[in-house]
């Protein structure tokens, strides 16, 4: 860039000076003053394209790096439909470049994502004891307050121990306790 200093006007030498001589300082200086605007203003545009390319030299980098994490499955080829939900939600303009596109593509996948089917619930299941043991509960509430007590007979087979009858009093309560341990 040509740095050019701002044009001075020196008011003593100017109070010196005749008539014609002051109007053509004068001149002098208003035609300085608005090359030094035009160069100002020229500068400011190139200044303005350079920053609007450092810009999208940015954003494209943070969408390679985004195509690039194992953890956004799918993002390079749902990009398009990506940068339609950053178009449509002025709120994103406020993030950065990458956290406005992984939050974009987060909105998208929860739009497009499937629900889980039954095969793979089984898997996780089978996968992890705790889910499943958590799924099993779930179901024995569900299904009406819990497994009933189970003993051996003769047969082989697994009788419930009792019904599950729930004492209303604590005489009740006691009577069931008796029938239970046979006393």
Same mark, same amino acid.
């Given at each position: 860039?040509?740095?050019?200093? @701002?044009?001075?006007?020196?008011?003593?030498?100017?109070?010196?000076?005749?008539?014609?001589?002051?109007?053509?300082?004068?001149?002098?200086?208003?035609?300085?003053?608005?090359?030094?605007?035009?160069?100002?203003?020229?500068?400011?545009?190139?200044?303005?394209?350079?920053?609007?390319?450092?810009?999208?030299?940015?954003?494209?980098?943070?969408?390679?790096? @985004?195509?690039?994490?194992?953890?956004?499955?799918?993002?390079?080829?749902?990009?398009?439909?990506?940068?339609?939900?950053?178009?449509?939600?002025?709120?994103?303009?406020? @993030?950065?470049?990458?956290?406005?596109?992984?939050?974009?593509?987060?909105?998208?996948?929860?739009?497009?994502?499937?629900?889980?089917?039954?095969?793979?619930?089984?898997?996780?299941?089978?996968?992890?004891?705790?889910?499943?043991?958590?799924?099993?509960? @779930?179901?024995?509430?569900?299904?009406?307050?819990?497994?009933?007590?189970?003993?051996?007979?003769?047969?082989?087979?697994?009788?419930?121990?009792?019904?599950?009858?729930?004492?209303?009093?604590?005489?009740?309560?006691?009577?069931?306790?008796?029938?239970?341990?046979?006393?």
């Amino acid at each position: 860039m040509n740095e050019k200093n @701002l044009p001075t006007l020196d008011f003593a030498a100017l109070s010196a000076m005749g008539e014609e001589e002051r109007t053509a300082a004068l001149a002098a200086y208003q035609t300085a003053m608005d090359e030094f605007r035009a160069e100002l203003s020229a500068d400011n545009e190139r200044t303005a394209a350079l920053e609007g390319e450092l810009k999208t030299a940015k954003y494209e980098a943070a969408k390679y790096r @985004l195509g690039c994490t194992p953890e956004l499955d799918g993002f390079s080829a749902r990009l398009g439909e990506i940068e339609k939900i950053i178009e449509s939600m002025p709120a994103l303009a406020a @993030l950065s470049d990458e956290e406005r596109l992984r939050t974009a593509y987060y909105i998208d996948r929860g739009k497009t994502q499937k629900p889980q089917g039954g095969e793979n619930l089984a898997k996780t299941l089978a996968e992890d004891p705790e889910a499943l043991r958590l799924a099993g509960k @779930l179901l024995l509430d569900e299904l009406g307050g819990g497994a009933p007590a189970l003993f051996a007979t003769a047969g082989g087979a697994s009788l419930p121990l009792g019904t599950n009858e729930k004492p209303k009093t604590l005489d009740e309560a006691g009577a069931l306790a008796r029938k239970a341990f046979g006393v």
